[in-house]
Every structure is written in structure tokens, then in C-alpha cells.
């Protein structure tokens, strides 16, 4: 029992940091209707920005982190002025390319400012552990499934009562009513890129935390974020963070049992189980659990 309570914590824990990257995948989406595949690359900007600010600058960690997601804020404003806005009326499909081109672009920029070392973001919390009675928890898992679940209420709040949430939602539901009603749609794709971004950052600052370090290749991590967004729906908020809670949790007890239990389907067999589950939701309800079907007739 100790070791489900474990890995369930585990599972917890990282699936909280795969619903702040899912969730930045929907603002997008919900803004441009683009999948932004530049987000793998602006988290580990982020976990960066949020490493050079605590060890480089001697900023406290819990000055760094907000730091950093300013600047990962401005630098996803800044790549959708200069890279999607001109996009603006072309497929979708062109505008997600765009959005890889970027991905590889940022990244080459992360691993030269990264180098070969493993960095760390500087986290308070290290490996220590929560004893309850006989179950172990490591307080950084604690600490990501708090931090996330935050991160949810204070952007649910922004889309439901400031003014420029509102509008991010006029923009996602029709841009041309919108438009006919005042809002200034490209200042909200813009806006929902910075917040892309600075979600990205928060996401990196726990890639390495507990002592595990991160490096360039890290950045692939962000990609459990679409099996995640996928199974709740890919314009789904509420969507994102339940899929990532599932997607962390399944994966964690797969890591401990599927060795026992399966051990013939190999090592690491854990980092295949999610999208194992996006291929199932895909083809049993594409648009997953929260998602809005859409209805074409012909």
C-alpha cells in the first residue's frame, strides 16, 4: 500500500508539470486555434532563465521564478509578433509548421546557452522527504501538485473576470465578432503567447528541481503535455490539468509495476504508456473527455 501511495504522489506530481505545459498548448490554441510546438522550447528557456537567475545573478528562487516567467513572457509575445502574426489568414497547418521551425530554432539557442553540464533551477526543496507513518513523500512533489493546481485557479480567474481574459475568450470563440466589438484580436494572440510562455517557465523551473537537473534534451519532456491535452480535450482548461494529473499517474505506476508485472514489454516502457493512451483516446473520442466536438455536415 505504501508504494501506491508513493507512486500515486509521484504521478501527482509530474502530471502537474505536464497540465501547466498542456494548459499553455490550449491558451494558444484557444486564441489562434494553432498547436504551438514551440512550447518544449520555451520551457527549457524558462527552466534556464530561472537556473542563470538563481546561481548566475543571486536571485532567491522564489524572486527567480516569477523573473523568469516575465521574461519567457516576453519572448513568447515577441515570437508571435514576428513569427505568427504573419500568418494571420494562411492554414492552420502552415501556422503549426511555423511554430516547429521555432521549436528548433529556440532550442539550438538553449542548448548553446546550456552547454554539456546538467543545470539545476535552484529549488528550495532537494530531495527531501514527508515521513507519514510509512509513507515517503518527496516534498517537491508536494510542492509541483500545490504550485499547479494555483496555477490553474489564477488563470481560471483571469479568463472568467479581467477584462483581457474575457476578450482572449471573445477572440477564441469568433474573431470577427470580436473585431466588431472593439477587441484588438492580434494584442490577444499576443497575449495569449505571453502566457504561453510564462506558464513554459514555470513548467522548466520544476524539470530540474528535486536535484534532478535538466538539459537540453529535457525539453522533449513537454511532449507528454499532448497525450495529456489530448485526453481532456485540446480547448479544454479544466481538460488540461485533469489530463495531466491521469497522464502523471499512469505513467508513475506503470514505472512500478509494469517491471513485475510485464517484464517482457521492456525497459522504460513507462515513457511509451502515454501515448499509448493518446492513440486510444484518438481513436475512441478524438476530441477527448472535455473538449468541444465539432460537427461539420456536408
Known sequence: MEALIESIMRGLGQGSVYAMLGLG????YKGTEVVNFA????????AFLVSWFTFDAGVPFFAALPL?????????????RIALRPMVGQP??????VTVGVFFALL???TRLIGTDIRRTGDPWGLDVLLIGDVRLFQVDIAKLVIGVLAFLVVGAYFKYSR???AI???ASDQETALAQGVKVGRMFGLSWALAGALGALAGAFIGAGGVGFEPISALVALKALPAIILGGLDSIKGALIGGLVIGVIESLS???QPGIAPWLGANFDQVVPYLVMLIVLMIRPYGLFGTPEIERV
Not at 92 to 97: E, G, I
Open 25 to 28: 498548448f490550449v491558451i494558444v
Open 39 to 46: 512550447q518544449p522550447a520555451l520551457m527549457i528557456l524558462g
Open 68 to 80: 523568469a516567467m516575465l521574461a519567457a513572457a516576453l519572448l513568447g509575445a515577441a515570437i508571435e
Open 92 to 97: 492552420v497547418f502552415s501556422a503549426a509548421m
Open 108 to 110: 539550438t539557442v538553449a
Open 164 to 166: 483581457s481574459g474575457l
Open 169 to 171: 475568450r471573445a477572440t
Open 255 to 257: 514505472r512500478t509495476y
